[in-house]
């Protein structure tokens, strides 16, 4: 199974500020259809996780601009330009290459 | 707007079995995989299973072969999870998620769960 090891696991932040989460897989992500499934989901409290990028850098319908992707093969980051209240959440890197898909433990943002 | 419904959760013994269901709609259910994905309390993120758009192709993480099937009527729009012999460490809620094995995006809509909690 892929590993995915997601650093640090709590972030706290001022708001307005940036904030960065990494992510690593223990092997290369890249599928044999040439295509990295490296995705960054968001869990607000008491909500469902929410997918914020795919495919390491693209920001799903509706994400705000704030939110980036980045990365190739083993490393993966996720920033946040400018933090505000409402990404108070969980952030979790998952891989969606091979079976079975694996997560990141998660990255908690609080704010300081 | 795509809506995904989880049911038939609840509360339960070890060693028994329970069906769940997602009732999908806003999307043409039938050309897209479906997973399920679990979270124990206070815990992360678990793949649990996955099906292909036509029910041929399944998949399973391996704490859960053999005693779950996952399953889909497609002119019904639903998913299923059949959950046999189970667990405390099954407790968890389970999230139906829209997915798809070729391209991307993949979990793009997550259910809101349905809480199974297996306790003698």
């Known amino acids: 199974d892929i590993v995915m090891t997601q650093t640090p696991l709590s972030s706290p932040v001022t708001l307005g500020q940036p904030a960065s989460i990494s992510c690593r897989s223990s092997?290369?992500?890249?599928?044999?259809?040439?295509?990295?499934?490296l995705s960054w989901l968001q869990q607000r409290p008491g909500q469902p996780p929410r997918l914020l990028i795919y495919?390491?850098?693209n920001r799903f319908s509706g994400v705000p601009d704030r939110f980036s992707g980045s990365g190739a093969g083993t490393d993966f980051t996720l920033k946040i330009s400018r933090v505000e209240a409402e990404d108070v959440a969980v952030y979790y890197c998952?891989?969606?290459?091979?079976?079975?898909?694996?997560f990141g433990q998660g990255t908690k943002l609080e704010i300081k | 707007e795509v809506q995904l419904l989880e049911s038939g959760g609840g509360l339960l013994q070890p060693g028994g079995s329970l069906r769940l269901s997602c009732a999908a709609s806003?999307?043409?259910?039938?050309?897209?995989?479906m997973s399920w994905v679990r979270q124990a309390p206070g815990k992360g993120l678990e793949w649990v299973s996955a099906?292909?758009?036509?029910?041929?192709?399944?998949y399973y993480t391996d704490s859960v072969k053999g005693r779950f099937t996952i399953s889909r009527d497609n002119p019904k729009n639903t998913l299923y999870l059949q959950m046999n012999s189970l667990r405390a460490e099954d407790t968890a809620v389970y999230y139906c998620?829209?997915?798809?094995?070729?391209?991307?995006?993949?979990?793009?809509?997550w259910g809101q769960g349905t809480l199974v909690t297996v306790s003698s």
């Open positions: 998620v829209k997915d798809r094995f070729v391209g991307a995006p993949k979990f793009d809509y």
């Open positions: 806003g999307f043409t259910f039938s050309s897209y995989a």
């Open positions: 099906i292909s758009a036509s029910g041929g192709s399944t």
């Open positions: 092997q290369s992500l890249v599928h044999s259809d040439g295509n990295t499934y």
């Open positions: 495919k390491i850098s």
């Open positions: 998952m891989q969606a290459t091979q079976f079975p898909y694996t």
